[in-house]
């Protein structure tokens, strides 16, 4: 009964939209003993070349379900982990766990890590890095962090020494919800990334919408003009997949071609051929399979 009405006093929440001083203080009591409650876990989504389908790695997505607020998503409990420092926790735990899972693979996949602004700018963040591929065995290639641009912004020059840090371990940088905060163009020549990750928002309709197809094609042009990988986060139809094929894009994720779901639901995918069914991507080019 407890547990039903957590769930109903959390929808009570949303309905609320904002939440009010004391809603976000439960939140943060609860998010503190999650960790040790063993509440919280972690999901994967798949992450494929849009030409050939293969899966190229999974990013990490963490999950929160508590017995008295329900599932608690994490656009809403990140950002009062990042307030409370929780985040520190969370985001230590989170790498671990998604380093081990992927050491347990049977192919040489990336595993893609959500790096919050709090951890990016704690004093020893590379040395955490390193002792979680140390622990896990995985090797720093197969790390993919994911890093928004908005983090940067807080002191562009200790992010740049940062941000080099990790380079050197041999992780790769992946630039996170890309078009999206305070975007400036020189942030992803400045920056050691190996990745551009389109928004879902630019996503969206981009097959019919020609403000968003513009952004898109503008973004590839840029990754094309760099050098570097672009992935389109967010893809929800045949459509926009079939848009982004034809314009080259490199790599997408997104709900059409695999929800975030425990990785006992992708084991097989890693262990046959690691491709996502035909169907789904009917439009190979030939070239890079
Ligand atoms: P993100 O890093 O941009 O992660 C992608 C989000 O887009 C995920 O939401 C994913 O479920 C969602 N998504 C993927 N494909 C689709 C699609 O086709 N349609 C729609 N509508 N959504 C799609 P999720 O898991 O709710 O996470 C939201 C945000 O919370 C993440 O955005 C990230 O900023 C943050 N987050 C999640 N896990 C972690 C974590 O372990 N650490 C940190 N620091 N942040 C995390
Ligand atoms: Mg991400
Ligand atoms: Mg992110
Ligand atoms: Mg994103």
Redesign the pocket.
């Known amino acids: 009964r407890a547990k039903a009405e957590g769930r109903n006093t959390y929808r009570f929440f949303e309905a609320n939209m904002g939440l009010e001083a004391k809603e976000r203080r439960l939140i943060e009591q609860e998010l503190r003993l999650a960790l040790a409650r063993t509440e919280i876990r972690m999901v994967y ?1 798949p992450q494929m070349q849009i030409d050939t389908g293969i899966i190229t790695g999974f ?4 999950r929160w379900q508590n017995p008295r607020l329900g599932d608690v ?3 809403t409990f ?1 950002p009062i982990a990042e307030e409370s420092g929780v ?1 520190l926790q969370l ?1 230590e735990w ?1 790498l671990f766990v998604a380093c081990q899972e992927a050491a347990s693979w049977e192919r040489p996949l990336t595993v893609a890590v ?3 602004a709090v951890q990016l700018y704690s004093h020893d963040f590379p040395q955490r890095v390193h002792n979680a591929l140390l622990q896990t065995g995985l090797q720093p290639h197969r790390l993919e962090l ?1 890093i928004t641009e908005t983090s940067l912004i807080k002191d562009t020059n200790r992010a740049l020494v940062t941000l080099r840090q990790l380079k050197s371990l041999g992780v790769r940088i992946a630039m ?2 890309f078009g999206t905060g305070y975007s400036s163009l020189s942030n992803v020549r400045a920056f050691p990334f190996d990745m551009i990750k389109i928004d ?1 928002s630019f996503i969206k309709s981009v097959d019919k919408n020609e403000q968003a197809a513009a952004i898109v094609k503008a973004v590839l042009g840029l990754g094309r003009g760099l050098g570097l990988p672009v992935l389109a ?4 139809t045949p459509d926009e997949l079939k848009f982004l094929a034809g314009e080259l894009c490199t790599a997408g ?4 071609l695999g929800e ?1 779901a425990p990785m006992e639901s992708f084991r097989h995918l890693i262990h046959d051929r690691g491709q996502i069914g035909g169907e789904v991507v009917p439009f190979k080019r030939g070239s890079a399979g």
């Open positions: 989504q990013e990490a997505l963490m998503p994490p656009t990140i985040i985001g989170a959500n790096v919050s994911e996170d919800d879902r986060e967010g893809i929800e994720q997104g709900f059409y975030p």
